[in-house]
Structure formats: structure tokens, C-alpha cells
């Protein structure tokens, strides 16, 4: 009885205690969210921060929008016809990066957004629903501590933001956020016991994993780390003798996984997805994976001993050993190469930096609070730690296998991995760094909410807790929010370029094409500048890239590119490009990998004062005299030297130095460049600081200070002779009269066969006479010969002299099509194909005799210095040689300066004839293709404006 009251007291005394623990964390489940979603909201507003600019910071952006707005235009688009000039290209990236945004769009145009607006947003939103997906995941794979600290460093960690503010519109921000919104489904999916939220769950993770695929060609990733989290979870599970868990793991995720790849593989003819090519490789992994569970499910039956976890396990290596064969056998060598995914730089194609080797500050600066403390990735190390500790804790001692540790783990050694590989992969793996971060925090909220403590004393300490961790977030957000207000603050279009661009836009034709350096293709091509065809950008024409560098980097006939096969009409040079000139000469095969990694090509210098230029306190360029003899010394801290040569450009006075600088000197009034001896008389040097002085096919067109805009003319007169008492006579313009003439002619990249010249007189606008002066008129570009004419010349207020041979003429206007597909339009058939050629084109006029080819052009590399494509020394000079024309068609009519060709075509075999011939020229091993191309041409007799006068 004594025993009874004294039990009654003590759950009196109980009830009298204030509430429990589940009411604390019942509140927890309510407050957080709201917390989430403000957090969400601030991540959102720092990264519309960079919005306050007037175009978008990153290059490739520009392009995403032009295909985007076809997309709301065609939904479905498939050929983007300014890339590639003159043929245009496939697009190659998941439609589903372009038709999410066009879809939000429809959605937000409803309230007044425009079209630029709601692209500008998007990637902002991307971040905002990041957030929020990494808190579902977070808090699904562990606790609400742990779902609410992954938000709060998702809304500032750099790693993070790179992808997903305002500017840029790349593929892999969407890819992670319907990444973390399908792994959450994924494991709502496998917890669910009713059966329609399940099937509900289920059709998320589908959705979600597909969508995932459609929005990032990089989306290998995340099948292949639910394929390895399905793997490692069913042969855990099975070795550890969770048979039961096992087989429902199995009939649960197997199903949706196999779903999962066959939507997505559905998607590919469309274009909605493209990464075709991996989900049938992940599709083959699984066939061996269902292969491994029939054995363990029903391996018994096959006398295969099961009686414990050794015996288990052995059989699984086994197995899974003969699988790894089997696979070798059947993929090849490349077989990791699919596996992984990544890929790099190499030492034959190194110029783009997010391909560069990963190294610790890299991390360090991604992964910080503030500066570069690399303090989120650090603690993710003791969170993994710990994790694993755990995991294996579990496993061994209860034989309990964690699958939402074990899929934590997965992802994010995964993730690692690939941040070893290279820079790009910062972005990938931030969401894997940030969960487990967020685990160890969630562990140590855990630790307190479980402790045998009276509930004020664990609020008490959770409070403590709070107070101690919340500056971590305040601080990243201030310093992140400080970061993306400076980057609205600058475009990166500068003003001088966004002039040039314009001008471009009104003073060229539409079909005209202009080129640069590949990085500022985009800006050509967009409908926000010049809106004009590009021979190279960001995402095309890569093989182009080294032709563009050897033109750039060298001079005379080495430099010397046949740009008139790319129709080229204007040539924009930027002379800040002295700062990417070590990957322009390299590409170019003007130096080796050693020069280019430890020698300056160009070093700038301010004048300070007189006789004085200088870049900072150690570097500085000094005039002085000694013994009467002017000089130029060189300081680069302690060293000093003499360059090659100084050039005072104002005067034109040469110095001769000693050389001990191996650079020459180009001194201006109010600053001087000094350049590496090897590209010192490079054409980028004529086309950024003398006006293409040596380069008479390059006719200044605009300049805004910094930035020079080309005419490039294929033929042009450079040099005019006259007979006159018996002897030969340079001159300036034509005079009337009859006199003899020599005709020095500059056929840049390309010869001049067959040709007619003919001279034409103007009275003012009207035409009054027209004379043939030569006939079949033939130059070798690298051996140009002069032209000797008799001119009848008349009275005029005007003079052109043209010449007429057969050329390339037209622009793609639509997308080529075999046998009613579309094609690649610069590999429109391979060697030994054939089919009915279905070709569309506009024109500057109309044409009545037109001959249709297919043209075949190699563009490979030699190495020739080195011993080795791995020799730091090594050098590797471009070649673009057109090897092949294949007529298709002849006497074609343009119809209102368009055409529409439908007819039989095909292509023989001469590529691999002409490749191997090269091998055997040069060495196999000396010899790289870089691209390979059969592209539609249309020829007819063209002209070319080599002189005008008046």
C-alpha cells in the first residue's frame, strides 16, 4: 500500500513537470521550416544581387538565353543557325535546361515579368529551391538540426552561389536542386508505408531524377551515385543478414531506379536529355547488379553457403570480380572513363580554366565562412568521419546497416572524388559537403535533445549552442551579400566592347560574320550586342580555337589561316588579351608548356615620370644613357636586364639592348608593353597596338581605344607600280591614262586561281566604265608574285578594282537534313554515307550558277618539339588543311536571296586515307586531329574589292 502512494507522489510529481521533450521537438518541426523558408528568401535576394548588371556576368549565359528564347518560341528547338559561321549548330545541351525556365516564364509573364527578366531570376530561384531541398534531404537523412543548418550554409557557401546567381544560367544549378528534391522523394519514397503516398513518392522521384537528367549534361553524376547507393545498400543489407530489408529494398527501388532510366532514356530522341550514351551504361551496370541480387536472393537454392557474413561476402567479391571482368571485356579500356564522368585538361588541349586541377585553396576559398578559412569543408571532414564511425558502429556491433548514412557517405565521397579531378566540380560536390557538415552539427543537437536532462536545462543548452554557431551564417551571408552587390556593380561586357558590338549590329549585313578570341563568341552572337554570326565561341567550334591562336600568336605565312572558308568579315581584336596570352601563343604553337606556365608573354608598364614606367614596386622599365648610347633597363625584382630591343613608337627610334631580357620593348607615350621575344612581332601585336600595320588584308574598321574592329578582305592590293621612262615606280592611286601596271596583291590564307580582275570607273554613284585587265590570274598565297596589267584608265571621281573567282557564298538558315533527320551541319555525312540532302541558305544577293559541295577539312596538330604530348617542352603547331570538295550539285538559282536544295549526296573515303597519310608524314605519335569536318558549301563566282579609290 506504502509502495502504491509513494508511486502515485512520483507521477503526480511528473505530471506537474513542464512539457516533454515531444513537444519540444514538435515545435521544432513547425518553427524551422518558417525559418527554412526565410533563409531561402535571403539566399534568393543575395544572389539577385549581380542582377543589378546589364547584361550577365558569365560568357556562356548569353548563349543560354538566345536558346531559351527559342525555346519559348519553338519549345522544342534543334538547330541555333550563329555559331559555327556560316553553318550554325546543333544544340547539343538537355533541352530541359531551357524549357524549365521557359515554363516559369509563362508563369511569372503573367505579372508583368519579361522574357530578359524572368531569365535574370531563374538561376536566383534555382538557389531559393536548393535551399529548400537540401533541408528536406538534410532532415530526412538525419534531423531537423541537420536539414536547417544544410540551408542556412547552402544561402551564402561561394561553392554554391558560382552557379546559381543571377547571370548564370548553366545546366548544373538545376541539375542539383531536382537532384536533392529527387534523392528526398527517393527516401520518402522507401519510409512510406500507405501505399498511395508511397506510389506518390515514388512518381517524385521519377520526376524529380528526370528532370535532373533533362537539365545538365553533366548528369551522369546522380545516376550513378543512386546506382552506387542502390548497390551498396543491397549488398550491405545482404551480407549483414537483413534479409527482410533487403527484399524490400529490392522491390522498391529497383523498380523505380529502372523507371527512372527508361523515362529518361525516352527523353533522348527529343533532345529533352542527351546523356543517351550513360543512362544505357548505367542501364547495363543495373542488368549486373539484378544479376548480383538473383544470386543473393536466391543463391541458396544453388548450394551456395549463406550461413553467415564471411561466406556472404566472399560470394558477393567473387561475383562481383566476374562482373568487373565481364564489363572490361565488354566496354574496353574506356570503360572508367564512362564511369567517371569527369574529364580534364590536357597537355595538347589546356586553355579552359574550370577543367584545371583542383587544388586546396580552391577548396579553401569555395568552401569558406569568410576569406579562404575553408572552414565548411574542414568540419565536413569530421563529419564524414564521424558518420563513418557510426555507420560502421551500427554495422558491427548490431548488424544494422544505416542506408541513410550509407547514401550520405556514397554522395559524398562521390563528390570528393570529383573535386580531385578538377575546378569545375567545386559546384557539384557542395551539396554533399554541405550535408555532412550539417551532420555533425545535427549530431550535436541530437546529443543535447537526447540527453537525460529536464527540458529547460537541454533548451538551455541548445540555446548556448545556437548563440555560438549563428554568427557562422551571419557572417557567410554579410560577406556573400557584400560579394554579389560588387559584382552587380560591373558588367562584364565592358563599355568599349558593348560599343563595338553595336556598331557591329549597324554597320554589318546580318549574314556577316565577325570573330575574336573564342571567349567573347557569345557576346558576338547575342541578341543583346551585334547579334551576328560567330566562327568561335565558348561551346563551339573548339577545333577552330588553335587555328584562331596560331593566327594570333605568330606572323607571316606560318600565321597565315584561310579564313575566307569560314566566310569571315570582321576580325575583333582586345588588347587586355595580353593577360590570356600565354594560353593564346600555347594553343597557338608559338611556345611550350614550360614558357607558357613560368614566362610572362607580356608585361604592361604605367609612365610614372619621365624616362620611367612602372607596373608596382618591383617591376619597372627605366630609359637611361651611358656614354652617349641611349638604353632600356628592365627590373623584375631583384633581376635586371636589357630587352632584345626597345621600339619608341612615337619616334620610331630602335635601341639594341643585350638581350639579357629575353622580351622586346614597345615603349609609348604614356605607357610601354614589353613582349616575349617569340610573339613580339605576333599579328595580335599588329592588330592591338599598330592598326595591322604588316597586315594589309586587315582594314581598320572601328576602334574605341582598346578595342579594334577589322575588315578582313581575302584579296586586297597592297602595292600599286606604275611604268613610267623606262622604269618601274610605286604609287600611290590611280592616274588616268595608259600606262603598264604591277598589281602586288596580298591573298591572305587562300590562292587565288583562275581569276578575273577587271577595273571599274564611277562618276560619283553611277558606273562608267568597266574593263577586264587580267584573266586567269593565279597566286600562290605563301609565294605572292606581282600581276602585270595594261590600264586604259578614264576620268572618274572614282575607281574599284575587283577581282572574281569562284568562292563561298551563303549561311545556313536552318538545320541540314539527311533522309529527312537532321544533321550536324559541319559533319553533315560520315565517309561512305550517303542519302537524300535536304540544305536551306540566305544570301547577300541573288545567284544563277551555284555549284553545291560537300567540303572536307582536317584540323590536327604537330608536335614539334618534345619527346612526347607529355613533354613539358612540347610544341604543337595547328593546321587547318581543306583536303576535299565533293560536288553535290550544279547550276543552282537563288529565289529572293534563298535557296532550298533537296537532292541525292554522299561522301567517299578520304578522311581516314588522308589522316593516316599524315601519321606516316609527320609520325603517329607526333600527330593529333583536333576536329574533322564535311561541311555544305555553296560556290559561285564571287567578288572580292582588292582596291577603291575616291
Do not use: C
Not at 202 to 208: K, V
Not at 425 to 454: D, H, Q, R, W
Not at 692 to 721: E, M
Amino acid at each position: 500500500m506504502v509502495k502504491t502512494k509513494e508511486k502515485e507522489m512520483r507521477e503526480k510529481e511528473k505530471s506537474r513537470e513542464p512539457s516533454s521533450s515531444f513537444n519540444f521537438e514538435k515545435a521544432l518541426r513547425i518553427v524551422v521550416p518558417i525559418v527554412v523558408l526565410i533563409v531561402a528568401y535571403i539566399g534568393y535576394t543575395i544572389r539577385m544581387q549581380p542582377s543589378a548588371t546589364k547584361y550577365f556576368i558569365d560568357p556562356d549565359t548569353f548563349y543560354h538565353y538566345e536558346i531559351y528564347k527559342l525555346t519559348i518560341k519553338e519549345w522544342i528547338p534543334k538547330y541555333y543557325p550563329l555559331a559555327e559561321a556560316p553553318f550554325g549548330a546543333k544544340i547539343g545541351e538537355p533541352l530541359g535546361l531551357y524549357i524549365v525556365p521557359a515554363v516559369i516564364y509563362k508563369v511569372l509573364s503573367v505579372f508583368g515579368v519579361s522574357v530578359f527578366q524572368a531569365f535574370k531570376m531563374f538561376p536566383a530561384l534555382v538557389g531559393f529551391f536548393s535551399i529548400i531541398g537540401v533541408y528536406l534531404l538534410g532532415r530526412k537523412l538525419h534531423n531537423e538540426w541537420t536539414g536547417l543548418w544544410s540551408a542556412l550554409v547552402m544561402m551564402f557557401l561561394t561553392a554554391h552561389f558560382v552557379r546559381t546567381f543571377s547571370g548564370n544560367n548553366r545546366g548544373d544549378g538545376l541539375f542539383m536542386m531536382f537532384f536533392l528534391f529527387a534523392a528526398a522523394s527517393m527516401f520518402y519514397y522507401l519510409e512510406e508505408q500507405k501505399k498511395i503516398l508511397k506510389y506518390a513518392y515514388g512518381a517524385l522521384f521519377i520526376l524529380f531524377g528526370v528532370l535532373s537528367l533533362a537539365a545538365w549534361n553533366g548528369s551522369p553524376f546522380g545516376i550513378m551515385v543512386f546506382l552506387g547507393f542502390g548497390a551498396l545498400n543491397a549488398i550491405a543489407l545482404f551480407i549483414f543478414g537483413e534479409i527482410d530489408r533487403f527484399k524490400a529494398f529490392v522491390r522498391d527501388f529497383y523498380p523505380a531506379y529502372v523507371l527512372f532510366l527508361i523515362v529518361g532514356y525516352a527523353l533522348t530522341p527529343s533532345g529533352i536529355v542527351r546523356v543517351a550514351g550513360h543512362i544505357k551504361f548505367a542501364f547495363e551496370a543495373f542488368l549486373g547488379l539484378t544479376a548480383l541480387t538473383m544470386v543473393m536472393l536466391y543463391g541458396e537454392r544453388l548450394k551456395l553457403n549463406y550461413e553467415d557474413k564471411l561466406h556472404r561476402f566472399g560470394i558477393v567479391v567473387v561475383i562481383i570480380a566476374i562482373g568487373l571482368v565481364g564489363a572490361r571485356l565488354y566496354v574496353g579500356p574506356k570503360l572508367w572513363s564512362l564511369m567517371s564522368g569527369a574529364y580534364q585538361s590536357t597537355q595538347v588541349y589546356e586553355t579552359v580554366q574550370e577543367l584545371a586541377k583542383t587544388t586546396m585553396n580552391d577548396i579553401k576559398v569555395y568552401y569558406s565562412v569568410k576569406g579562404s578559412d575553408g572552414i565548411v569543408f574542414f568540419l565536413s571532414l569530421g563529419g564524414a568521419a564521424l558518420a563513418i564511425f557510426k555507420f560502421l558502429l551500427e554495422l558491427f556491433r548490431n548488424n544494422k546497416v544505416n542506408s541513410k548514412l550509407l547514401f550520405l557517405l556514397t554522395l559524398y565521397g562521390m563528390s570528393v572524388y570529383l573535386i580531385g579531378t578538377a575546378v569545375r566540380f567545386l559546384f557539384l560536390a557542395s551539396a554533399a559537403i554541405i550535408l555532412v557538415f550539417a551532420y555533425l552539427i545535427g549530431e550535436i543537437f541530437n546529443y543535447i535533445t537526447t540527453m537525460k536532462e529536464k527540458p529547460s536545462t537541454k533548451a538551455m543548452f541548445t540555446i548556448v549552442l545556437l548563440i555560438l554557431l549563428v554568427p557562422l551564417p551571419i557572417t557567410g551571408a554579410v560577406n556573400m551579400n557584400n560579394q554579389a552587390k560588387a559584382m552587380g556593380l560591373q558588367d562584364a561586357v565592358t563599355p568599349s566592347w558593348e560599343k563595338t558590338l553595336n556598331w557591329l549590329k549597324e554597320n554589318s549585313n546580318e549574314l556577316d560574320t565577325a570573330t575574336s578570341w573564342w571567349d567573347y563568341g557569345y557576346w558576338i552572337e547575342s541578341s543583346l550586342l551585334s547579334n551576328r554570326r560567330a566562327s568561335a565561341d565558348g561551346g563551339h567550334a573548339r577545333d577552330r580555337d588553335h587555328i584562331l591562336a596560331q593566327f594570333l600568336a605568330n606572323s607571316g605565312n606560318k600565321s597565315e589561316v584561310d579564313f575566307e572558308s569560314w566566310q569571315l568579315n570582321y576580325f575583333i581584336v582586345w588588347n587586355q588579351d595580353i593577360y590570356k596570352f600565354n594560353a593564346i601563343s600555347y594553343l597557338g604553337g608559338a611556345i611550350s608548356r614550360n614558357e607558357r606556365d613560368n614566362i610572362s608573354m607580356f608585361i604592361p608598364f604605367q609612365k610614372v615620370a619621365d624616362n620611367l614606367y612602372m607596373l608596382d614596386a618591383y617591376r619597372k622599365l627605366e630609359i637611361t644613357s651611358e656614354g652617349g648610347q641611349k638604353k632600356v633597363i628592365i627590373t623584375i625584382g631583384n633581376q635586371q636586364g636589357e630587352p632584345i630591343q626597345s621600339i619608341f613608337v612615337g619616334t620610331g627610334e630602335v635601341v639594341r639592348g643585350a638581350g639579357s631580357f629575353p622580351y622586346v620593348a614597345y615603349i609609348f607615350p604614356n605607357y610601354a608593353v614589353v613582349a616575349y621575344y617569340k610573339i613580339a612581332g605576333s599579328n595580335f601585336v599588329d592588330l592591338a597596338f599598330f592598326g595591322a600595320s604588316q597586315l594589309p588584308n586587315f582594314k581598320l574598321a572601328y576602334n574605341t581605344g582598346d578595342v579594334n574592329t577589322y575588315k578582313f578582305i581575302p584579296f586586297v592590293l597592297y602595292r600599286l607600280d606604275v611604268y613610267e621612262n623606262g622604269t618601274w615606280k610605286s604609287v600611290g592611286k590611280l592616274t588616268p591614262g595608259e600606262y603598264k601596271a604591277k598589281l602586288y596583291i596580298s591573298a591572305f590564307g587562300r590562292d587565288i586561281k583562275d581569276a578575273t580582275i577587271k577595273l571599274l570607273a564611277y562618276d560619283n554613284d553611277t558606273l562608267i566604265s568597266e574593263q577586264i585587265i587580267a584573266q586567269n590570274v593565279n597566286i600562290d598565297h605563301l609565294k605572292e608574285e606581282p600581276v602585270e596589267v595594261s590600264l586604259n584608265v578614264p576620268n572618274a571621281t572614282k575607281y574599284k578594282l575587283v577581282l572574281i573567282q569562284k568562292g563561298p557564298v551563303g549561311a545556313l538558315t536552318d538545320a541540314p537534313k539527311v533522309n529527312g533527320k537532321i544533321a550536324n551541319p559541319i559533319r553533315v555525312l560520315s565517309e561512305g554515307q550517303s542519302g537524300e540532302l535536304e540544305i536551306k541558305a540566305a544570301f547577300r544577293k541573288d545567284y544563277n550558277d551555284m555549284s553545291l559541295y560537300l567540303r572536307a577539312t582536317v584540323i590536327y596538330l604537330v608536335r614539334t618539339q618534345g619527346t612526347s604530348n607529355d613533354d613539358v617542352n612540347a610544341i604543337f603547331e595547328p593546321h587547318m588543311d581543306i583536303i576535299y570538295y565533293e560536288k553535290i550539285a550544279d547550276g543552282l538559282k537563288t529565289t529572293n536571296e534563298e535557296i532550298t536544295f533537296k537532292g541525292d549526296a554522299e561522301f567517299p573515303e578520304v578522311i581516314t586515307p588522308y589522316i593516316n597519310s599524315l601519321k606516316e608524314k609527320y609520325g603517329a605519335d607526333k600527330v593529333t586531329v583536333r576536329g574533322i569536318r564535311v561541311e555544305p558549301v555553296f560556290i559561285a563566282d564571287k567578288e572580292y574589292t582588292i582596291y577603291m579609290q575616291g
